[in-house]
């Protein structure tokens, strides 16, 4: 592939990316750019990062065989345990770095938005690290279904903000965190939870959970002498699939990444951005959106909370555009199943985000089987935080089925 | 119909700042607007800007995010606002529209801008479109003639300064650092801001952002070439619901008056 080197200077991927935010932040962005730049090319930084990479977060995360998945259904599969890291899932691979950059560049206050709250504990965590300040912006809808993440969150010392615009939701919290940062530029740096928002956050984003990948392709190659064929991951913003992506970009390996379908893409209710390929401006880039005929923002749905995101990182458009990833849709039903799968064939209860990957691999099994494939799933993040939902759903179904 | 320009001059020649006001098109809904907008041109706005809202206008404080919300709600329309703004601007002050980038992006940027002049529209205002992503829209407004107006905030560069020295219309020049909405008091950077644009431009310099009250409005047109009051205006057809147009017409008057008698011009 001739054309991988992206972005460019101006942040585009072909022509998504960019950087649409007010003149107010320019000068920041610029800074924090050159900032990035600097500290990439600063073993001091790298040392740093890899240390607390190893030490704090735990990683490298490893490699599992899932030998009775494979079994059940005739062909390799592999998980990659990113729920094995410090606060359940790969978030923390990012935060830790970003608030080391913002360390590094003087900002004493950080800001973050968050959805379920998986990436605002990472953030809050990651600055309790370093004992900077941490403020969380959350839609109040997400406060509400949340309670536990928040009550986390405080505990980090973070104070949380209810968001009550719009939808309530991730896009409105990540709004407000941009209006924060337009008015308090000069000393807090934004923590950007996924591969999404104005050049250099998709890159800078990507570089940093491309540990993910790194590691998982040493160690398949250690382990079957073998690149995978197929690599599976979920996509909200999609910063865990392009993390596994990336160190493979230039391999002969299929990249799937797998949408949410929520009810179903007819219904209208889903979060499958890709699917629908409407190229579109939010949050600073210009990628594919949900959005209506007047280019009104849509708002997502999923069963879980981390894909409920009507937007996609402008590298996934990209990859989408020039065909380097297929992407896929499964539904909140189907990803039900795949949680319920792994936990009862391997033991390990995956977050619902991660499900929807487990849940295309089973859906996809015969092609699969065909094809003699040899799968990586990206397992992002542990279950824990999904139980109850579950509990609620299953506990609802079986009242109707009675 | 006047333009931006002949606005501009004729505020100097009396010696007074250029006043500009903003509504949220489908505020408190489409139906008011011609009457709004006559009111406001009647009252002394020298230019209005009629906002086109947006789901997600990052730039806005909780007066016009609501104001959007509302107007959504009811049912505003991009095809709707243009209908409703050709049927009035030739006998209005100069308008401008100032929306965000994807309601433009998705309409077609080149579509967008001819539609727009072809309302009567003269300029466009998109707070997140800075002024280096906007190449596409420059090209063509400059083909359907009007004005991208290019903005400056208290952290922008002189590279920025530069770059937009061959704008047309007008500067916006953004009081503070922060989203609209209204403040207890002018930003003390206001002053040194206005000087620092005047070094690279000779377009006439508007103020904007957190300008609320009559004395705020006199403050900033001793600096200023124009002043631009969006979210209190907003703020008074709420709070005055089924007498919209007297309300803002008198709100507008006093501002109007304000912006007048100006004394040490810089």
Redesign the interface.
């Known amino acids: 592939m001739a054309t991988m080197r992206v972005p460019d200077r101006q942040g585009r991927f072909g022509s998504f990316g960019g950087r649409y935010i007010p003149e107010t932040l320019m000068p920041a962005v610029d800074e924090l750019d050159r900032a990035y730049r600097a500290a990439r090319r600063d073993p001091g930084f790298k040392q740093e990062l890899a240390t607390l990479l190893k030490e704090y977060v735990g990683r490298p995360t490893p490699l599992t065989r899932a030998s009775r998945m494979s079994d059940a259904l005739g062909f390799d599969i592999y998980l990659k345990r990113e729920d094995l890291n410090h606060t359940g899932a790969h978030k923390i691979n990012n935060t830790i770095g970003q608030v080391l950059l913002a360390r590094r560049m003087g900002k004493t206050r950080i800001i973050a938005e968050t959805g379920a709250g998986q990436h605002g504990v990472a953030t809050a965590t990651a600055a309790a690290l370093f004992g900077l300040r941490a403020e969380i912006y959350m839609g109040s809808e997400d406060v509400k279904r949340q309670a536990l993440n928040v009550y986390r969150m405080k505990l980090l010392g973070a104070s949380v903000h209810s968001v009550e615009s719009g939808t309530r939701t991730l896009k409105d919290a990540t709004n407000e965190a941009i209006r924060d940062w337009v008015t308090n530029v000069r000393d807090t740096f934004y923590v950007i939870g996924s591969v999404v928002g104005p050049h250099p956050y998709p890159m800078m984003v990507r570089d940093f959970q491309s540990v993910i990948g790194r590691e998982a392709r040493q160690q398949i190659l250690r382990t079957t002498g073998q690149l995978p064929t197929h690599i599976v991951a979920c996509v909200g913003g999609g910063s865990n699939s392009m993390g596994i992506f990336y160190p493979f970009r230039r391999d002969l390996v299929q990249l799937i990444g797998v949408e949410a379908a929520g009810e179903g893409l007819d219904s209208g209710r889903h979060a499958a951005s890709i699917q629908i390929a409407q190229p579109g401006i939010l949050h600073g880039s210009l990628s594919y959106l949900l959005q209506d005929e007047d280019g009104q923002i849509q708002p997502a749905h999923s069963i879980s909370a981390g894909l409920d995101y009507p937007g996609v990182g402008p590298e996934h458009a990209y990859f989408h555009a020039i065909g380097r990833a297929q992407y896929v849709a499964v539904t909140d039903a189907e990803a039900l199943q795949g949680f319920h799968q792994l936990a009862e064939w391997e033991g390990i209860i995956p977050a619902l985000e991660s499900a929807h990957a487990v849940a295309w691999v089973i859906k996809a099994q015969d092609d699969l089987r065909r094809a003699k494939a040899r799968v990586l799933i990206n397992l992002s993040g542990r279950g824990d935080k999904d139980v109850e939902q579950v509990f609620e759903l299953d506990g609802r179904q079986s009242h109707a089925a009675h | 119909m006047r333009r931006i320009e002949e606005a501009f001059q004729e505020a100097k020649q009396q010696n007074r700042a250029a006043l500009i006001t903003y509504i949220t098109a489908g505020y408190p809904n489409l139906e008011i607007l011609p009457n709004l907008v006559r009111a406001l041109s009647e009252a002394g706005s020298d230019i209005i800007e009629i906002g086109i809202p ?6 806005d ?2 007066v016009l ?1 609501r104001a959007a ?1 509302v107007a ?1 709600n009811r049912g505003a ?2 095809s709707k606002i243009l209908a409703a703004v050709e049927g009035f601007a030739a006998d209005a002050a100069p308008l401008v529209f100032l929306t965000y ?7 077609g940027v080149g579509r967008f801008a001819q539609d727009a002049v072809q309302a009567g529209i003269q300029g466009l205002i998109i ?7 906007g190449r596409e829209l420059r090209t063509a407004a400059e083909a359907s003639r009007i004005a991208v107006i290019p ?7 002189d590279a ?1 300064l530069r770059a937009i020295g061959r704008a047309r219309g007008f500067v916006y020049a ?1 009081s503070l ?3 609209t909405g209204v403040r207890k008091v002018v930003d003390a950077g206001v002053r040194p801001l206005v000087e620092r644009i005047r070094h690279f431009t000779r377009l006439p310099i508007a103020v904007g952002f957190g300008i609320a009250t009559p004395e705020q409005a006199h403050e900033v047109g001793e600096v200023a070439d124009g002043v631009i009051v969006g979210s209190a205006l907003v703020d008074v057809l709420t709070h005055n619901p089924g007498r919209e147009e007297e309300a803002a017409f008198r709100f507008v008057h006093d501002l109007s008056q304000a912006v007048k008698n100006i004394t040490t011009k810089a």
Do not use: C, K
């Open positions: 947006f789901s997600d206008p990052l730039a404080g909780p995010q919300t959504l329309r991009v980038i994807n309601p433009v992006f998705h309409y707070p997140d479109l800075p002024w280096v992503e903005l400056v905030a208290p952290t922008s560069t920025h953004v650092t922060g989203v």
